[in-house]
């Protein structure tokens, strides 16, 4: 089944505390993204991917890394979390970034206290 | 940088009627805009988009409609649903910024009550 998985689902952590959102994807998609989703200011995203090696800013990347070392895997990395990081995390990808369908995960909801 | 503002932020109707969801982009550029729904606890998904070459565009009870002069682009609803119900998010495609991706409105709660 073509599909976008993620993991954890759900986390709750303290502050400082490093952790990573794993995200796979197995319909071999070059583009991959990171988004954030906050009540009242819809979905942003935080990193992306156009190919293995190679990832940029979205518009809120502050306190996150990414790496793309292969297709498939795109993880989200918070090295020191904190609270204004608690959100619902969307990983997306798409065949390319043009006129194509993003298929998104089933989230990651992120409790930092 | 694309800036897409979305009208309403919740609209309820009851079921048979007509919904409408609008949505206005600043960056004439864009080429490219697609909508999506996302259900309660669900993830987002594309129900539907439309080219800058296209002025509108129907799939059964859906349809969307641009208008490129204007920079702004509509979802239209028709004989409501109960499953209608979710966020819409509508969004905006920039053709002149390497690898960004879209850019989404800040969402519409439509409720649909029978």
């Known amino acids: 089944e073509a599909q976008v998985t993620q993991n954890p689902r759900y986390l709750i952590t303290v502050t400082g505390k490093k952790l990573t959102v794993t995200c796979s994807q197995n319909?071999?998609?070059?583009?991959m993204s990171w988004y954030r989703q906050d009540p009242g200011l819809g979905l942003r995203q935080i990193y992306y991917?156009?190919?293995?090696?190679?990832?940029d800013k979205g518009d809120v990347p502050e306190g996150y890394k990414v790496s793309r070392k292969e297709k498939r895997n795109f993880p989200l990395i918070l090295e020191s979390p904190s609270p204004n990081q608690t959100s619902l995390y969307f990983c997306?990808?798409?065949?390319?970034?043009?006129?194509?369908?993003?298929?998104f995960g089933p989230g990651t909801r992120l409790t930092v206290l | 940088g694309e800036n897409v503002e979305q009208h309403p932020s919740t609209l309820s109707v009851q079921e048979g009627d007509s919904a409408v969801i609008k949505c206005t982009y600043s960056?004439?550029?864009?080429?490219?805009f697609p909508w999506y729904k996302q259900e309660l606890g669900k993830r987002p998904q594309l129900i539907i988009d439309?080219?800058?070459?296209?002025g509108e565009k129907k799939d059964q009870r859906i349809a969307v409609t641009l208008n490129k002069t204007a920079k702004h682009f509509s979802l239209h609803i028709t004989e409501t649903q109960p499953e209608d119900s979710a966020v819409y998010f509508c969004?905006?495609?920039?053709?002149?910024?390497?690898?960004?991706?879209?850019?989404f409105g800040k969402g519409t709660t439509l409720s649909v009550s029978s």
């Open positions: 997306a990808s798409s065949f390319g970034r043009s006129y194509n369908e993003q298929f």
């Open positions: 319909m071999n998609h070059e583009y």
């Open positions: 991917s156009m190919n293995v090696e190679v990832t």
């Open positions: 960056d004439s550029a864009s080429n490219y």
């Open positions: 439309i080219r800058s070459n296209v």
């Open positions: 969004a905006a495609l920039p053709s002149d910024q390497a690898g960004t991706a879209l850019i």
